[in-house]
């Protein structure tokens, strides 16, 4: 079992976490921000542990002018600090990123992925495509949206679980709300490629998703098919979900932010 801890500041921004183990080690993350509000430094260290753990920061710019999110550095205290990874968006028009740049670094060599994005007359996503130097990993493209300006389907092309990115497989996605309720709500999802992968949400009255029942001619065993449940509080806020492969999570609430969770699956601890 595992237990994870929130601390606020008095303006209700997160200021520190921790994951800790039931054999002894401890994951802490602080933050640091700007005057603005926004998040410019979580740091990390690892405690409880027989072998010293690097500790690592991640980094957050933004642009002068504008205030947008501007990249993203990590660093890791390895024999000195050094970047480990590293993200970079260009917006467009309105606002919207349309080219991001993500660069992982090992020693003096880099492998960068880089996700364009186009979008159509009304702002809505028309075309993604993520490619590095050699292949493209992830396609989005011929998207149809209803009124209310949600997807109702699209098609992609995902890397295949082997030989990726070289080899792959073409998906078509189709989404139904609840259009007749009013609620526009998430009811159906189901994507397919030779077999098919469905999901199927129930709400309760106040709109919190209780069920997920999931059928699936790609996964096998306790993840093929069942149900995953949530259970909420009298205010609404979620205490507990269990999947069907009994792995189950616990949260608790100060006033009104997330204090504690845990999570346990068939006894064993469950990252």
Known sequence: MLVR?????????????????TNGPTVSRSYQYN???????????????TINEPRDSLLYHY???????????????????????????????????????????NGASSTALTTLTTYDASGRVSTQTGTSPTATWYTFSSPIYNRMDQVKSFASRE???ANP???????????????????WRLLRSEKASGASRIYDYHYDLFGNRQYEFRTSGWESGCAQNGSDTSSFGPDNQLVRTL????????????????LHESHRSGGHVRL
């Open 63 to 105: 642009d002068s002018l504008t205030a947008r999110l501007d990249s993203m550095v990590g660093k890791v205290d390895s024999s000195g600090w050094r970047n480990y990874a590293a993200v970079r968006w260009i917006y467009g028009r309105g606002g919207r990123d349309s080219v991001e740049r993500v660069t992982v670094h």
């Open 243 to 258: 999947n069907s492969c009994l792995a189950q999570s616990h949260y608790w609430y100060g006033p009104a932010l997330l």
């Open 165 to 183: 990115p070289g080899n792959w497989q073409n998906w078509g996605t189709t989404l139904t709300y609840d259009s007749a309720g009013g609620t």
């Open 35 to 49: 005057r603005r509000g926004q998040r410019t430094v979580a740091a990390t260290t690892i405690s409880g542990v």
């Open 159 to 161: 890397p295949a679980s």
């Open 5 to 21: 801890s929130y601390g606020y500041s008095p303006t209700g921004a997160l200021i520190n976490d921790s994951l800790q183990f």
